[in-house]
């Protein structure tokens, strides 16, 4: 798909905000058009548009996509909104705008979704603007997208199929642009005026139904423009756990089976750690999409071979690095990001407690990888999520103090140095009586501290008296303090947890091309420092240079 652009933005940050808009939808894989040629025409106007450009927009029989205060403030003689077939009154404040699916929104929605109804209580998505109220809409006006003032429902993205022009009311000020729900709303109003379809859903099979199973299948249920299709599992258990969840679904003992199924397009593998890269080739090599969880695999070659195949045959390979979405780890990239603290030199992270560590393959160093595999694949993703710059080598160490029983080491460590001077630290430690703070990064200009919480659980047995369950601190987000270098502490609020926020980026890729925030390359890297540390660690702890 191509999009021609007609900006005339008299505003320097609304032209800012709009350029900037302009990249991402360039990085969706979206060229460059011509109007001239029938491509669609994106049109940014805070001043009345010349009526020559007018005619010629409206004359050319390209769509004309008229996008933020195009209709207020651009249309000086009413013909724009005359095509439009909406008119559009003063707007209100800048707000938190939710905007949910209109009454035409089937035309642009995958199919299974097509049963959603813009009622107050349904899927949304926040906008930060100024709403135009509508005064009128034609009846051959198709609602593609509707907000609320007061208790009336206003049309936010319109197209009339008649005329070729089509509407996006919401983006009259830059904080409406920040967000992926713009670049998110212009392909999908501009692939409409381009005539492509939405699309079937893409069918997922998930391979393995272990304690990560039901996260996936509620996410993949959930979210607009996935759908669940099969479940192959080992144990009858989880299979039947898995239809009780999702009933209709087909459930498979045979992986391959799974994999050579024409009703899945995408696989989930959520085998052992030593079997990821192994079950990613093979469904690759049918055909389909990968999400791998993590790790990506032991071995970087491995990795290597998994991304070269995905990428030779056209199909995705990302890896479920989930809590990069923590709202504690959002919070703290967001402190960092805008300067709050300086330029940070120094990162630690910790996880852990005094505790047998679970007895399932995550404690066998054989299957996981060992101690570095299992919490690093998460904090370790977090820190170079952070750290931008090149890692110049890695140290580890590791201790074997108490559990035997199982292959990991009970406490671990890896420290990074990073090109650009940054140090960081991850300690994971099953022998840890006492806690270190999840976070502990300096800055220049101030630090971040991140408090481990002890949450209880509190209600009565069955007789009575006190049940009390203690929740282990890596279950409660910690509270997170910037310190300021005035003395200043100021309590940082996390922002608030987005649902299934992986897998609607995992749909936003495969339906509209809109770049994820975790890259199969940027999983990789942290196999790559994963992988340095053990390396380190059976070496006494001399410095490794990620491969």
């Not at 893409?202 to 249920?221: D, K, N, Q, T």
């Not at 423009?225 to 756990?241: F, H, K, M, Q």
């Not at 502490?489 to 922002?495: K, Q």
């Amino acid at each position: 798909m191509r999009l021609a652009w007609v900006l005339q933005l008299d505003d320097v940050r609304l032209g800012a905000a709009v350029a900037a808009l302009r990249d991402r939808v360039l990085a969706a894989g979206v060229a460059e058009g011509d109007a001239a040629a029938g491509d669609p025409a994106v049109v940014w106007a805070d001043r009345p548009l010349d009526g020559g450009l007018v005619g010629r927009l409206l004359g050319s029989g390209a769509p004309a996509l008229l996008a933020g205060p195009t209709l207020l403030l651009g249309d000086h003689d009413g013909r724009l909104a005359e095509a439009a077939g909406v008119v559009v009154g003063s707007p209100t404040p800048v707000h938190d705008i939710r905007v949910r699916p209109g009454r035409d929104a089937a035309a642009v929605l995958p199919p299974a979704h097509r049963h959603l109804r813009p009622d107050h209580i349904g899927p949304h998505d926040h906008v930060v603007s100024s709403l135009p109220p509508v005064e009128k809409v034609l009846d051959d006006v198709e609602v593609l997208q509707v907000a609320s003032i007061g208790l009336e429902d206003h049309a936010v993205m319109t197209w009339r199929p008649s005329t070729a022009v089509g509407a996006w009311t919401l983006g009259s000020e830059p904080s409406a642009l920040e967000g992926r729900e713009a670049v998110r709303a212009l392909l999908l109003l501009a692939r409409h005026a381009s005539g492509i379809p939405a699309g079937r859903d893409v069918r997922v099979g998930l391979l393995g139904y272990g304690a990560i199973g039901h996260e996936h299948s509620r996410a993949v249920r959930a979210v607009e423009g996935l759908a669940l299709s099969a479940v192959c599992d080992t144990s009858p258990d989880r299979r039947d756990a898995a239809t009780a969840a999702a009933p209709g679904i087909a459930a498979l003992d045979d992986a391959d089976a799974l994999i050579a199924r024409d009703d899945v397009d995408l696989v989930v593998v959520s085998t052992p750690p030593s079997t990821h890269a192994d079950w990613a080739r093979r469904a690759i090599r049918a055909g389909k999409h990968v999400v791998v969880e993590k790790p990506f695999a032991i071995r970087t070659d491995e990795a290597d071979t998994v991304l070269a195949e995905a990428e030779a045959a056209g199909l995705l390979a990302v890896v479920y690095q989930n809590r990069r979405f923590d709202p504690d780890h959002r919070a703290v990239a967001r402190a960092v990001r805008s300067g709050a603290i300086g330029e940070v030199f120094h990162l630690e992270t910790f996880v852990g407690g005094y505790g047998h560590p679970c007895n399932l393959w995550h404690s066998d160093e054989g299957v996981s990888g060992g101690a570095f595999y299992d919490w690093g694949s998460h904090v370790l993703d977090q820190i170079l999520d952070l750290v931008p710059s090149d890692v110049v080598h890695v140290t580890a160490a590791e201790h074997k103090r108490r559990w035997h029983d199982v292959t990991n080491a009970d406490h671990s460590r890896v420290t990074v140095l990073f090109a650009d001077g940054t140090e960081a630290e991850f300690v994971h430690s099953d022998l840890a009586a006492a806690l270190k703070p999840r976070w502990y990064v300096l800055g220049t200009e101030g630090a971040i501290v991140g408090t481990w919480r002890t949450e209880r659980v509190v209600g009565r047995t069955d007789i009575g008296t006190l049940d009390e369950d203690v929740l282990a601190p890596a279950d409660s987000p910690p509270l997170l303090d910037l310190y300021g270098g005035d003395g200043s502490v100021t309590r940082l609020a996390a922002p608030p947890a987005e649902p299934y926020a992986f897998h609607r980026e995992l749909a936003e890729r495969l339906h509209l091309g809109l770049p994820m925030t975790v890259t199969g390359a940027q999983s990789r890297r942290v196999l790559s420092v994963m992988e340095a540390a053990r390396s380190s660690a059976e070496q006494g702890g001399i410095p490794v240079v990620p491969a």
